[in-house]
């Protein structure tokens, strides 16, 4: 294992002020953020969007990393030009999403497994090939009443730290994202209980199967009401909660921590974030930045809808709100 590439990998993607991307929205998702909008379901409208991204001025400025779906790998603008080497020459590394989806646990209702394991190392090498340094894997973890199980958390975990291994060994660094949902009417407390537990295991896990810390990065969801909850704090209250769970799970090795944003605005999420380094940034011993896709990205998506004289726009948009949040990064940013 080139422990010694992973690290430098990580720190780059974890470097100054800079955060993630993430545009690895699979079919599904991608089609269902068009429909909404009204903009045709097809691959080379996909194309087009992901163009706008990977072409947007100054965007290099604010994130470090990109992390595409496989769709994405082998595409080209107009001109020919493939997006990977797009992103090269702007200096940002490449990564993507290689789980294949989380799918129900068999014997217990309303949980869910990912998918992605058979065939794993033959994907890696072949993206590692391309040019490609980081990957992802995303576990979903749903709160309701008797769950998340032991069981799921356990198996999540396992399978979370099988993909990191595999990374580590092809010379990706793996993003470790095991996202407790915002959805439904928990408390704060509640989300805090099982964020806390879901880390927990995962690093034991990730420990057993020899993960090196310094060269992976976790993606965790903040520790935040559920959506339904009729009491919703303040950023300070969330950055106390949060930061407070993390200090207790999250080694200090670990390469970085870089915030999925779940579904809250993306006011709320550079506001949260921006508080986490306001108020804590002296105590925490990994670099914390965010690795969002729809709190930098749904604004862009709402002024483009599909329209060729929408584009620059759309692009301003989206290089604005990834400055945001890298100002959060520096507890600089304000609405
Ligand atoms: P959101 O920031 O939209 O939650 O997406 C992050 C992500 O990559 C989910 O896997």
């Given at each position: 294992m080139d422990i010694h590439g992973l690290k430098n990998t990580a720190q780059r993607l974890m470097a100054d002020d800079?955060?993630?991307?993430?545009?690895?929205?699979?079919?599904?998702?991608?089609?269902?953020?068009?429909?909404?909008?009204?903009?045709?379901?097809t691959e080379e409208y996909r194309r087009k969007y992901r163009q706008l991204i990977v072409t947007t001025p100054q965007l290099e400025e604010s994130i470090s990393g990109a992390i595409l779906f496989d769709e994405t790998v082998y595409?080209?603008?107009?001109?020919?030009?493939?997006?990977?080497?797009l992103l090269e020459h702007k200096g940002i590394i490449a990564g993507i999403k290689v789980d294949q989806g989380a799918v129900p646990l068999a014997a217990f209702p309303d949980e869910k497994i990912t998918e992605g394991?058979?065939?794993?190392?033959?994907?890696?090498?072949?993206?590692?090939?391309?040019?490609?340094?980081?990957?992802?894997?995303?576990?979903?973890?749903?709160?309701?009443?008797?769950?998340?199980?032991?069981?799921?958390?356990?198996?999540?975990?396992?399978?979370?730290a099988r993909y990191a291994t595999l990374c580590q060994e092809t010379g990706l660094v793996p993003i470790v994202e095991p996202e407790v949902l915002m959805d439904g009417n928990h408390t704060l407390e509640r989300c805090a209980e099982v964020t806390q537990d879901v880390l927990k295991e995962v690093f034991n896990e990730l420990y057993e199967q020899r993960v090196c810390l310094e060269g992976m990065i976790l993606k965790p969801n903040m520790v935040v009401p559920g959506l339904n909850c009729n009491v919703q704090q303040k950023a300070e209250d969330i950055a106390e909660a949060t930061i407070s769970c993390f200090l207790k799970v999250i080694p200090a090795a670990v390469g970085g921590v870089a915030f999925l944003s779940g579904g809250q605005s993306y006011e709320l999420a550079s506001e949260r974030l921006n508080m986490m380094h306001l108020r804590f940034g002296q105590v925490m011993p990994w670099p914390l930045t965010f690795s969002f896709s729809r709190a930098i990205q749904q604004p862009a998506l709402d002024i483009w809808k599909g329209e060729d004289q929408n584009i620059a726009a759309a692009q301003k948009m989206l290089a604005y709100r990834a400055s945001c949040n890298s100002a959060a990064r520096r507890a600089e940013y304000s609405q």
């Open positions: 800079k955060g993630l991307l993430a545009m690895d929205e699979s079919l599904g998702t991608c089609n269902k953020r068009f429909e909404a909008l009204g903009i045709p379901q595409q080209k603008t107009e001109d020919g030009v493939s997006f990977l080497s394991l058979d065939g794993l190392r033959q994907r890696l090498e072949s993206y590692y090939a391309l040019g490609i340094r980081f990957a992802k894997w995303r576990a979903v973890i749903k709160i309701d009443e008797g769950i998340p199980t032991k069981a799921c958390i356990k198996a999540n975990a396992l399978t979370l």
